[in-house]
């Protein structure tokens, strides 16, 4: 038998169902290769998510490695792992008379099945094979570079990703591939949105809605609304996210796609979480839980779901509880998320490490910054408590404990006592006779009687820094910090304890 290929003809169908332009009977008639045929209407059934279609009686008239390719084509979107058994056989055995072009598709087909199940070291080999394997003519080496995207942001690598997005924008704008177009774009925007970069994303996004308007496909409506949705909360526009958020509620009701419905309810929810309180954003995940069981392929949305609904609490946490309610919040979050991460499949714990290392430095006080990783949610988050002080308040709360610990590592002397609330406050400190000046506008310290108080402790042991022996100094640190320690809730009150621990009749010992 002839070796496997597309002719003019095919590739030209090709084009037309990945612009979801209507396919007749006469179209399948011009169609005289049996495989080839098998091949288009699983491309079909692709572009359109009826992979049911995709079976043993469609590949029926195919020889056993054409049956392969098209099952293994289907088993990416539906059985990753399954996908990669089969795809490995095929590239163990590729026949010598088949085109070298679809070699390089089964190896970035490999890729995107090996990233899906985890082995993101793997498939960034496997990827590097097949872009290395496809010259500037091959007729898949637009898929190859959007695969190559794709892949890059699930491995986290979203610069990376941002480049072959634009690679892939530049090989389209040679190609009518409409479907691929709409894949790309809608796939950059999450990139850009995680970065919170609103100039890559208007750039794709006029991209997306250009292919929309030629291609009606309710499901990257779908998702291009919620994701400028949500870009547009963050960047501060209440009256356009709104009118989108509306917008997006609208179409996630008429969408029959339930696991784009289930993407789009896990960003409703965080921002639910933020306007509306807890319980309203847990009734959007409760929906997308049924929706991703429903179609039982949820894949990586799992893990952002379980995310999301770990964070949320701190979304919501700042208007109505307390720190330490909060604190206790974000601590059952995290040992929650690392139960889950245990028994994760490998596809999915990146996405929970990097919530659980996002908890880790949110706990401690650091920064709401999102570490390295796939999961959106998390980026997501991170914004969100950063424009809501969220992650200042955290901060705030850890002043005291970070100042008695940077002063346990030092002598006391008075440079120490203020290099130490410096590392403390995050601001400059230096010391001025008996007094200790930040660095920072006079208003900004008024908004923040928590630094004040610890910097009135910085100056007491500075001003007796002259009667305390090193001794009694580092017995006022540690029964500063016991009281910490006890009430943690009220870390301004232990400050007022300090004054006592340092009286005069202490300092006499």
Same mark, same amino acid.
């Given at each position: 038998m002839a070796s496997f290929s597309l002719s003019e003809e095919a590739l030209k169908l090709l084009m037309r169902i990945k612009c979801g332009q209507t396919i007749g009977s006469e179209d399948w008639d011009e169609i005289q290769n049996e495989e080839v045929r098998a091949y288009l209407r699983a491309?079909?059934?692709i572009v359109d998510?009826?992979?049911s279609e995709i079976s043993d009686v469609l590949v029926r008239p195919c020889r056993p490695f054409v049956a392969s390719v098209i099952l293994a084509y289907r088993d990416l979107f539906l059985h990753p792992k399954s996908a990669v058994s089969r795809i490995q056989a095929l590239l163990k055995?590729?026949?010598?008379?088949?085109?070298?072009?679809?070699? =390089?598709?089964?190896?970035?087909?490999?890729?995107?099945?090996?990233?899906?199940?985890?082995?993101?070291?793997?498939?960034?080999?496997?990827? &590097?094979? =097949?872009l290395a394997s496809l010259n500037d003519t091959g007729i898949f080496r637009s898929e190859a570079l959007a695969v190559t995207a794709l892949s890059e942001y699930i491995a986290g690598n979203n610069e990376s990703a941002a480049k072959y997005h634009h690679l892939t924008r530049s090989e389209l704008a040679k190609s009518p591939d409409l479907f691929l177009k709409i894949f790309n774009s809608s796939m950059a925007l999450r990139v850009f949105l995680k970065a919170c970069d609103p100039v890559g994303f208007e750039l794709f996004s006029a991209d997306l809605d250009q292919a929309l308007l030629k291609k009606d496909d309710r499901r990257y409506l779908l998702r291009h609304t919620g994701y400028r949705a949500m870009l547009m909360t963050l960047v501060g526009d209440v009256e356009e996210s709104a009118r989108l958020w509306r917008q997006g509620d609208l179409l996630a009701k008429e969408t029959r796609m339930r696991w784009e419905r289930g993407q789009y309810g896990i960003l409703r929810g965080l921002v639910a979480a933020r306007s509306d309180g807890l319980s309203i954003a847990q009734s959007f995940f409760d929906q997308v839980e049924a929706d991703l069981e429903s179609v039982g392929f949820p894949g990586p949305y799992l893990a952002e779901l379980n995310c999301a609904r770990a964070l949320a609490p701190a979304i919501a946490g700042g208007a109505v509880f307390g720190l330490r309610p909060l604190i206790a919040a974000l601590e059952a979050a995290r040992e929650s998320l690392s %139960?889950? =991460?245990?028994?994760?499949?490998?596809?999915?714990? &990146?996405?929970?490490?990097? &919530?659980?290392?996002?908890?880790?430095?949110?706990i401690d006080g650091g920064a709401a910054e999102s570490p390295p990783g796939p999961s959106l949610v998390v980026s997501i988050v991170s914004q969100l408590l950063s424009s809501r002080g969220m992650a200042r308040d955290l901060s705030d709360f850890r002043v005291l404990p970070r100042f008695l610990n940077e002063l346990k590592k030092t002598p006391g002397t008075k440079n120490d006592i203020a290099l130490a609330l410096q590392e403390a406050i995050r601001l400059p400190v230096r010391v001025s006779g008996l007094q200790l000046v930040i660095s920072a506008p006079d208003r900004a310290l008024e908004t923040r009687p928590d630094l @004040?108080?610890?910097?009135?402790?910085?100056? @007491?042991?500075?001003?007796?820094?002259?009667?305390? %022996?090193?001794?009694?100094?580092?017995?006022?640190? =540690?029964?500063?910090?016991?009281?910490? &320690?006890?009430?943690?809730? %009220? #870390? @301004?009150?232990?400050?007022?304890?300090?004054?006592?621990?340092?009286? #005069?009749?202490?300092?006499?010992?």
């Open positions: 491309e079909c059934a998510e009826r992979y055995d590729f026949p010598e008379d088949f085109e070298i072009c679809w070699r =390089a598709r089964l190896e970035f087909w490999l890729a995107d099945s090996l990233h899906l199940i985890g082995e993101i070291d793997i498939g960034q080999k496997a990827l &590097a094979n =097949a %139960s889950q =991460a245990e028994v994760a499949s490998s596809a999915l714990d &990146a996405y929970y490490r990097q &919530a659980i290392g996002f908890l880790d430095n949110l @004040l108080m610890v910097i009135e402790l910085g100056e @007491l042991l500075i001003r007796n820094h002259e009667l305390i %022996s090193s001794g009694v100094r580092a017995r006022v640190i =540690a029964e500063i910090s016991a009281q910490v &320690a006890h009430d943690i809730r %009220s #870390p @301004l009150g232990a400050l007022k304890t300090a004054r006592y621990l340092i009286s #005069p009749k202490q300092q006499e010992e």
